[in-house]
């Protein structure tokens, strides 16, 4: 069986998937003013919406989590296929509110799909070391995908094209990883006992897996928080909020691209730690510079969160691997859980810090960057809980048995 997967092929169809969730998070970034326009939506409205794209993730997640070795991954990698599509439709022909939330929540679900079948994929199909730099070079396409598409967005919208057109582009990677997958063979489980549910459960009350579960839910606000905002945050800064959104995930991506020798130098708890720190450096730029400042600022922040989500992905595969699919699932869908809840939270500080900001007297541009700095000083919040949780973790597994290389019959 292991003869007939074509490895090559089914890595590059999880790219273009990847670059699909990509589309449609700096895309959906990138119009967020003119969704705002078009329908007369507050900051706050907005906010549950990007809500719903982090809401259907963890749903989907999780599902095919717990399904993955029932259903198994071509299976749902057609359900992304339909939802991603159905998602986009929809949200092309939008006629209000209510339609964008279902909209976008389809988009989410199809995300969360992907990520459910191309992680343990990705683990079966590599071993060890290999299996680290693998998953860094295919979440690299995150960030990378989130580079072609937020130009594509500032390109499009300079040239007064319509947001919907701007949809449309989304179904360009849709299609081409649905004619990847189509036909191949997919590999199973490494890891003897991974697909035994009640192994994954009982795997997933491990200390390291709870910690991981906790420390999640604040790498992947301090990741997408600042960027899913960047345009209504950064809009008045002195520098144009798409270019910033490229830098930042074009630094991700090479540092994805080159993280085998990094997590292989300072070990899953030093890369975690020193990027936990760089993020709130970043954020703490980004909320007192202006003008060309604002790019180096992205490059600290981009530094920063660039290994989070592959690292914490990684660690649950080498430190709980009996926790399988569903234990990567999990971690990743609570990740976008904890997102989906503190969007329209972010919404409300950036709505409180406008309504603020004018009673004192602002307005303009002068307004619109006051409180959009205001409101990361609130974001920067959450990589500064990293810091303390990486330090713990950092000194709790030095000396662990965990850190020790999985051996080449697991993940």
């Known amino acids: 069986m292991n003869q007939t997967i074509n490895k090559s092929a089914l890595f590059n169809a999880s790219c273009f998937a990847l670059i699909t969730t990509a589309f449609t998070f700096a895309i959906r970034a990138g119009i967020l003013p003119q969704l705002g326009d078009t329908f007369g939506l507050s900051a706050e409205q907005l906010g549950f919406i990007n809500s719903m794209w982090f809401l259907g993730f963890p749903i989907s997640m999780i599902l095919g989590g717990i399904f993955y070795h029932k259903v198994g991954p071509a299976n749902i990698m057609r359900i992304a296929f339909l ?33 459910a079948a191309c992680n343990p994929m990705i683990a079966d199909m590599y071993t060890g070391n290999k299996m680290n730099k693998m998953l860094n070079r295919f979440h690299m396409w995150f960030p990378g995908g989130i580079v072609l598409g937020s130009l594509i967005s500032k390109f499009m919208t300079d040239l007064n094209m319509g947001w919907e057109a701007q949809i449309w582009i989304m179904m360009i990677p849709t299609v081409i990883y649905a004619v990847l997958f189509f036909g191949k063979t997919f590999p199973k489980p490494l890891v003897e006992g991974a697909s035994s549910l009640q192994e994954n459960l009982k795997a997933m009350f491990s200390p390291v897996f709870i910690f991981l579960f906790i420390a999640m839910a604040f790498t992947a606000i ?13 809009g008045s ?20 691209f080159f993280a085998g020798p990094v997590v292989a130098t300072l070990g899953q708890t030093g890369v975690l730690l020193g990027g936990a720190i760089l ?78 900001m004018s009673a ?34 950092f000194f709790w597994q030095k000396n662990s048995k965990s850190t020790k290389e999985v051996p080449a019959t697991s993940y």
């Open 83 to 115: 939802t991603h599509t159905l998602g986009i439709l929809l949200t092309i022909f939008a006629d209000g509110y209510t339609t964008l939330l279902i909209s976008t929540l389809f988009i989410g679900f199809g995300n969360g799909c992907t990520e």
């Open 222 to 234: 301090s990741e997408f928080g600042p960027q899913q905002w960047v345009g209504l945050i950064m």
């Open 237 to 256: 800064s002195g520098a144009s909020p798409m270019l910033i959104l490229a830098l930042t995930t074009g630094v991700m991506a090479t540092a994805r």
């Open 279 to 356: 993020a709130t450096l970043g954020i703490y730029m980004f909320s007192t510079v202006t003008g060309p400042m604002a790019y180096v600022a992205a490059v600290v922040f981009a530094l920063g969160v660039g290994y989070f989500w592959p690292v914490m992905v990684g660690a649950v595969a080498q430190r709980v691997p009996l926790s399988g699919a569903l234990g990567m699932s999990i971690i990743g869908g609570v990740g976008m859980f904890s997102t989906a809840i503190f969007q329209p939270i972010i919404g409300g500080w950036i709505d409180g810090s406008n309504a603020a």
């Open 360 to 393: 004192a007297g602002l307005s303009g541009a002068e307004l619109e960057l006051a409180a959009g700095q205001e409101t990361l000083q609130k974001i920067m919040i959450f990589p500064i809980i990293l810091i303390v949780l990486f330090t713990i973790f």
